[in-house]
């Protein structure tokens, strides 16, 4: 069983910087890749960025990549999205989760676990 809980969220002038932390328990974190998606009012959940158990493999959406850094510590059961250069299309609540096959890790239907998200706001 793994419990994850997000914090970092606020509101934050555009071309502003937010850092994402998902904490995780349960001693089996370190076997799950750990994937970011944001949800938008009255859009689907996106995929934003998913990185491996280890953390040396890491892949972004499209639309993030060059502003958006995610990163993990194994040993605090804790992953990272840094997010830099923040534009009013960010504006989401964001989520972590945790899947077991990182090649999945940008389809929410195969997460096993979930956050309970946090609000991201970015003002123009």
């Known amino acids: 069983q793994v419990q994850l809980v997000e914090s970092g969220g606020g509101l934050v002038q555009a071309g502003g910087s937010l850092r994402l932390s998902c904490a995780a328990s349960?001693?089996?974190?370190?076997?799950?890749?750990t994937g970011w998606f944001r949800q938008a009012p009255g859009k689907e959940r996106e995929f934003v960025a998913a990185?491996?158990?280890?953390?040396?493999?890491?892949y972004y959406a499209d639309s993030v990549k060059g502003r958006f850094t995610i990163s993990r510590d194994n040993a605090k059961n804790t992953v990272y999205l840094q997010i830099n250069n923040m534009k009013p299309e960010d504006t989401a609540v964001y989520y972590c989760?945790?899947?077991?096959?990182?090649?999945?890790?940008?389809?929410?239907?195969?997460?096993?676990?979930w956050g309970q998200g946090t609000q991201v706001t970015v003002s123009s």
């Open positions: 990185i491996h158990q280890n953390g040396a493999l890491a």
């Open positions: 989760g945790a899947i077991p096959y990182y090649g999945d890790s940008h389809r929410a239907n195969r997460y096993d676990y």
């Open positions: 349960g001693r089996t974190f370190s076997s799950y890749a």
